[in-house]
């Protein structure tokens, strides 16, 4: 048997590794996703990427998405300081928000309200008489009904725990131009109706 022939042997095929270049193969990052989240300050905010013509509706959302954080916080605060449960401070401000407009509720007017069953509301309305926030009194319309009266006190007490913030919103939108406040409302009202359809 003939030996090759070591000069003329097709030499073994060398696979050799060019440079790499890493930018091109590493995954592309969503820069301004991430930008949207710095500026927001919220890691839980609106995810999707961004481009220069949704920049602004981006951070326009999250913005909306800080103010239900801060007033989340605030009613928190509240509550601590008046010493009472969410539903309690809700109750309170409706039956405020009714004696203010000269009218007298019935419990089945705050279960309509705060969406509760007749029971929950009984409860409620116990556990808020029995604290002495409010009275149940003959209805002056209905005397077979019940209505519901928040006491003077409480009045004052709730009013002045939130008139300041009250106040302090008002004043922001009435800093608003007539066309502004137009935007705004039109604005809020589409959001309320694309979480209503989800």
Not at 37 to 64: K, M
Not at 90 to 117: C, H, I, M, Y
Not at 129 to 142: E, F, N, Q, T, V
């Amino acid at each position: 048997m003939s030996q090759t022939d070591s000069s003329t042997a097709t030499p073994s095929k060398v696979v050799t590794v060019e440079s790499t270049d890493h930018h091109a193969l590493a995954p592309v990052q969503d820069h301004e996703a991430a930008e949207a989240t710095a500026l927001s300050g919220d890691p839980g905010g609106y995810w999707y990427g961004r481009n220069e013509e949704s920049f602004s509706s981006i951070d326009l959302l999250n913005l909306l998405r800080q103010y239900r954080e801060a007033e989340k916080q605030m009613r928190a605060r509240t509550r601590e300081s008046m010493r009472m449960g969410e539903t309690d401070l809700v109750a309170l401000r409706f039956l405020v928000k009714e004696r203010s407009a000269g009218r007298v509720p019935r419990q089945r007017d705050l279960a309509a309200a705060l969406q509760l069953t007749p029971a929950s509301t009984s409860v409620l309305v116990d556990r808020l008489s029995k604290d002495g926030y409010i009275r149940r009194i003959p209805h002056p319309a209905d005397r077979r009904s019940v209505g519901l009266r928040v006491l003077g006190e409480t009045d004052r007490e709730v009013k002045a725990t939130l008139s300041g913030m009250h106040a302090r919103m008002i004043a922001e939108t009435e800093a608003l131009s007539e066309e502004e406040r137009s935007g705004a409302a039109r604005f809020l009202r589409g959001l309320i109706r694309s979480v209503s359809e989800h």
